[in-house]
């Protein structure tokens, strides 16, 4: 036996497996082993033979998708609800999930005191929003009213709450987080403003709202300290405008073109604003932080313009940042003002010379001062002629000096007053002659002299002179 | 310790003793594989199989106390199927099988084996296993090349003992015949010269 299966064997142990076979058997069954791991929670102990494990199996994979299935449908539900929460308004279902998870939730992941302020400020925004929306449809009721106006108290407390905390670690960071909230409260208390002045409050009153801003911003402002460094100002300008260019690139999509001309000429300005501000700051730091510190809450103001629907919808962007022009732009204005008094004064030359005193048509004292205003025909008496003659003189002579000055611009301000005096002079006795007073200064009058000749009309009116003063 | 750790500990484990067996009878899996099917190839095939199934039973979440005789039920099922897929069965096979009645040797002892094994040569036996029936191989095989005893062999063939024991003298007796055959012919070849 012993030999026959020693030679039995012998043969057999002749075939076998050469290095590279069983190296790529073994290769090809690690890979196996990877695509096919074992599972995190295998445990069964079971002999070959004891149990059919298939089952358990089954089982457990049934297990493991049913919580993965589950999880994920969880968290399907939980954003989808979150995503629907963030359109409702007080009153729906899903408002309190908006406020008290999303925004909670949100507002526990903002990191900074500084961030904090601004999401405290942002949840101010959305209530306002939320009010506004609903007195436009009609829906805002008194507890809705009163709720929304805690809310902004509660906001804005949160906030000042934030800025003191950030008062305790950076003082500088704090006053310019207090100028944000300022701000922000100052454009919804224009917007309310300007709405109720358009007589647009609609069925449903804000006055709750409305006198909880007031107050919020009283106490805001009462609480302003001094001013952060020039430094940190002009840092935190040079960030705010730099998002508001950012926000100025897509301003097409929802705002009109016109508007965003006036933004992009406002930030110019901001720009200009900033310029001196630097300018300044070497001869006199505390105006030029003065300075910044507008440049910054106009930008703000704008920022809040281009990111708000609301605002946009209730205020201009001359609402929010009025047009400072630039001297230059005054003498311009001041030049057309001068051109409109002379027309004026030259259709008052010739009235007054070519009209006998008893048969001038002077206008109703009750019509208004434009020409097409109705107009009776009284006889004018000799001594109202002699005050619309007075009157025109003044004019002229007002005229005149603006003129001078205008050569030799030394102080605008002065200017300005000479050139508006000569011009409601010359705008008063229009009106008082029936005259046309809404002058706009054609281009083809600067075009044509040929019209009426400098030269012509000034001899015109020296005899018209001459007359009146016979 | 963790359940994690202990978890962590099961899978190294688990993948340990698997691979051990693989390095320790892949060699003697093939080569049964290969004498049974004739084909290099096909035999690295079924035994790459025999691991890949075994890994998926063990992921199921089974523990295998015995690797041995487990890999080697897993591979005959596989060498099986391999033969129902070929369907190839010798006239003389079916012949030489219709003629063993294995109830016949009921009190066959291990010594009665050895005692036919005495007389055969193992080489001679081992070129002409292939003529034997599918049976006779089998068992022949696990007895003489994979050196499993009679009770192991029957686990695996799922047949009784006796029947295991049966199969196998009447291997080797068919083996022993054939041999006869194949040298009375030789020698009828050499008188003729």
Excluded: C
């Excluded at chain 1, 300022?182 to 069925?203: H, I, Y």
């Excluded at chain 1, 281009?443 to 009116?461: C, D, L, R």
């Excluded at chain 2, 055969?120 to 499993?148: H, M, N, S, T, W």
């Amino acid at each position: 036996m012993k030999r026959f299966s020693e030679q039995f064997n012998k043969q057999a142990k002749n075939i076998r497996l050469n290095t590279a076979e069983k190296s790529s058997l073994r290769e090809r069954l690690i890979s196996y082993m990877e695509y096919h791991p074992l599972a995190g929670d295998v445990k069964a102990v079971t002999s070959v033979q004891a149990t059919d494990g298939r089952e358990f199996f089954i089982l457990n994979i049934g297990k493991w998708r049913l919580a993965r299935w589950s999880s994920s449908l969880v968290l399907l539900l939980l954003v989808s609800v979150s995503y629907f929460a963030e359109q409702a308004v007080p009153g729906d279902t899903l408002y309190s999930m908006k406020v008290g998870f999303n925004e909670e939730v949100r507002g526990s992941i903002t990191l900074g005191s500084y961030e904090k302020v601004v999401w405290e400020t942002e949840r101010l925004n959305r209530r306002i929003a939320e009010a506004r929306l609903l007195a436009d449809e009609g829906r805002l009721t008194e507890e809705v009213e009163a709720s929304v106006a805690f809310a902004v108290k509660t906001h804005t407390e949160n906030a000042r709450k934030e800025i003191a905390n950030l008062k305790l670690s950076d003082e500088d960071e704090a006053t310019l987080a207090s100028i944000g909230l300022n701000t922000a409260l100052d454009v919804q208390t224009s917007s309310f403003l300007r709405k109720r002045n358009d007589g647009e409050v609609g069925v449903n009153s804000t006055k709750l709202i409305e006198a909880a801003l007031n107050e919020t911003q009283a106490a805001e402002l009462a609480t302003q300290g001094t001013l952060p460094a020039y430094s940190r100002i002009l840092a935190k300008v040079e960030s705010e405008t730099t998002r508001a260019y950012e926000l100025l690139k897509g301003i097409n999509n929802y705002a009109t073109k016109v508007e965003g001309e006036e933004i992009g000429g406002r930030l110019i300005d901001i720009e200009t604003k900033i310029a001196s501000a630097m300018n300044l700051s070497e001869s006199d730091e505390e105006q030029a932080k003065k300075d910044l510190v507008v440049a910054l809450q106009q930008t703000q103001k704008l920022i809040a313009f281009m990111t708000n629907i609301d605002v946009r919808q209730n205020l201009t962007v001359e609402d929010l940042v009025p047009d400072i022009l630039t001297v230059q732009e005054r003498i311009a204005l001041v030049s057309d003002q001068v051109k409109k008094t002379e027309i004026l004064l030259s259709n008052i030359s010739l009235a007054l010379a070519e009209t006998p005193a008893q048969t001038i048509v002077l206008a109703t004292s009750t019509a208004s001062t434009t020409a097409t205003s109705t107009a009776t025909a009284t006889k004018i008496t000799p001594d109202t002629k002699e005050k619309l003659t007075l009157g025109f003189k003044q004019s002229k002579k007002a005229l005149e000096k603006t003129k001078l000055e205008l050569a030799e611009v030394t102080d605008i301000i002065v200017l300005e007053q000479s050139s508006l005096e000569a011009y409601s002079l010359a705008v008063d006795i229009s009106a008082a002659l029936a005259l046309p007073t809404e002058i706009t200064v054609p281009k083809e009058i600067e075009v044509q002299p040929e019209v009426i000749p400098e030269a012509a009309t000034s001899t015109v009116e020296t005899e018209q002179e001459e007359e009146i003063e016979v | 310790m963790t359940r994690r750790t202990q978890t962590n500990d099961i899978i190294e484990s688990q993948e340990d003793r698997f691979l051990k067996a693989f390095e320790e009878y892949s060699e003697a899996l093939f080569r049964h594989a290969a004498i049974r099917i004739s084909d290099r190839e096909r035999s690295i095939d079924v035994v790459h199989d025999t691991f890949t199934k075994v890994w998926s039973y063990i992921r199921s979440g089974h523990e295998i106390d015995s690797y041995k005789s487990f890999l080697y039920k897993v591979l005959n099922n596989l060498i099986i199927d391999e033969y129902r897929k070929k369907k190839e069965t010798s006239l003389d096979a079916l012949m030489e099988k219709d003629g063993v009645d294995e109830g016949n040797f009921e009190d066959l002892s291990e010594s009665t084996v050895e005692a036919l094994a005495a007389t055969i040569d193992g080489r001679k036996a081992f070129d002409l296993i292939k003529q034997l029936p599918e049976e006779y191989q089998e068992v022949l095989l696990f007895r003489f090349v994979d050196e499993l005893g009679p009770k192991e062999i029957s686990i695996l063939i799922e047949e009784s003992e006796n029947v295991v024991s049966v199969r196998i003298h009447r291997g080797l007796k068919l083996l022993r015949d054939k041999i006869e055959v194949g040298e009375a012919a030789a020698s009828s070849r050499r008188n003729k010269k």
